[in-house]
């Protein structure tokens, strides 16, 4: 490199300057006064032309990793010139001159350095037209300009990735407005996303899957509203109104708001027999409590039912039963007082005209007779008891 050259002449110039110019001057010309004077001048010179050239390199070292030499090769070419004149002149004591050619360059350098910043704004322009004119070879050596000043320019990257499918986008492009021409719009979506998939940004292709979906807009209604209807008959309520609501927006017709009336009468019957059917199995079970739950989430959906209204009256009252029995027989001892002998009477007589008498209740009325029988309460009482027994 010429900058590492002149580097190295640095050393040998400062040596050998004021050798090569003292020769050329002669006591019979000069006075030693005037010897002495122009020996300082010429020092003087070679420290500017030192300087020059110091600041030269260093503006050169600073700008090269721009890569001037890609996106300025003429400019370059003449700083190199300049600066490799500047070097002759030097080896031949011209400092003055040679100092002249280092400014020049520096001046060049300075005005390079502030230009690379909107020379990359401007090809970044110019690469995007080219590739809206589907010139690649224009587009791609624009953005490797941007590159070669900045490497990792997100946009000059975006571009130059652009560049290289370029011509496979322009052709599905191309074949998808084919397509679209003779009606065949799915044919020409389907073209025009494959262009999009390539590249995100392809001129044109968002706006024209915009446009084919317009078009498609009836065939899409029908679509959705036969696959709506197909899944209401196969009680596939949830995806049923998915598809229904695609149709409604596509657009509201009183046949869509229909459909989706019958498609939320049908859901409220479908949720109420599923509360109904636990409720159910929970009676069976003899869960009271969770069949009043049960029950419940089934009026909230209908308040109206009647019948059912009943049946959870029935179950709270079981409930009740049940809690109040467990009670009793959860104490350790036997009824030492009239009114828990009392209580436990009532109890037990109610247990025995429930309906239905399955094992959990079979089996509270007889430890319940069974602590009746052993408590210890007044005879009268137990007499009374054994009456109502038999």
């Not at 600073?62 to 190199?80: F, M, S």
């Not at 322009?125 to 997100?154: D, H, M, Q, Y």
């Not at 409930?319 to 036997?334: G, Y």
Request: with cysteine; glycine share 2%; hydrophobic share 35%.
């Amino acid at each position: 490199m010429i900058i590492f050259g002149c580097i190295s002449y640095l050393k040998f110039f400062s040596n050998t300057a004021l050798e090569i110019q003292s020769t050329s001057i002669t006591p019979d010309t000069q006075s030693s006064e005037s010897i002495a004077k122009d020996k300082t001048a010429v020092q003087d010179q070679r420290i500017n032309a030192q300087k020059n050239l110091e600041e030269l390199l260093l503006h050169m070292s600073r700008i090269e990793p721009l890569n001037p030499q890609v996106w300025a090769t003429d400019h370059w070419k003449e700083i190199e010139n300049l600066l490799s004149e500047g070097e002759t002149l030097y080896r031949r004591t011209r400092y003055r001159v040679a100092q002249k050619k280092y400014r020049q360059a520096i001046t060049m350098i300075e005005a390079l350095a502030d230009s690379a910043e909107s020379i990359k704004t401007n090809k970044l322009r110019e690469g995007n037209l080219a590739i809206k004119n589907w010139n690649s070879v224009k587009a791609e050596k624009a953005f490797r300009i941007v590159l070669s000043i900045e490497p990792k320019n997100t946009d000059g990257l975006d571009g130059l990735k652009r560049t290289k499918v370029l011509e496979e986008v322009k052709v599905l492009l191309m074949q998808g407005e084919k397509y679209e021409k003779i009606n065949q719009l799915n044919k020409a979506k389907k073209l025009y996303e494959s262009a999009l998939i390539i590249d995100k940004n392809a001129l044109g292709a968002k706006v024209a899957i915009v446009r084919i979906n317009f078009k498609l807009r009836p065939t899409y209604y029908r679509s959705y509203m036969s696959s709506g209807l197909k899944l209401v008959q196969q009680n596939r309520l949830e995806e049923a109104e998915s598809f229904v609501r695609k149709a409604q927006a596509i657009e509201n017709r009183t046949e869509t708001q229909e459909l989706l009336s019958l498609i939320d009468s049908k859901r409220l019957t479908r949720d109420i027999n599923q509360h109904l059917k636990q409720a159910d199995a929970a009676e069976k079970e003899e869960k009271w409590d969770l069949a009043v739950k049960s029950f419940n989430r089934a009026i909230q959906l209908d308040p109206a039912m009647s019948s059912i209204i009943k049946k959870k009256k029935k179950a709270e009252a079981r409930t009740s039963l049940d809690r109040n029995i467990q009670m009793l027989l959860s104490e350790q001892t036997a009824f030492t007082n009239r009114a828990d002998f009392e209580t436990a009477k009532s109890l037990l007589k109610q247990a025995r005209l429930s309906v239905p008498r399955d094992k959990r209740i079979r089996a509270q009325i007889k430890k319940l007779e069974k602590k009746i029988e052993t408590s210890r309460v007044p005879a009268s009482a137990t007499r009374v008891y054994v009456r109502e027994k038999n």
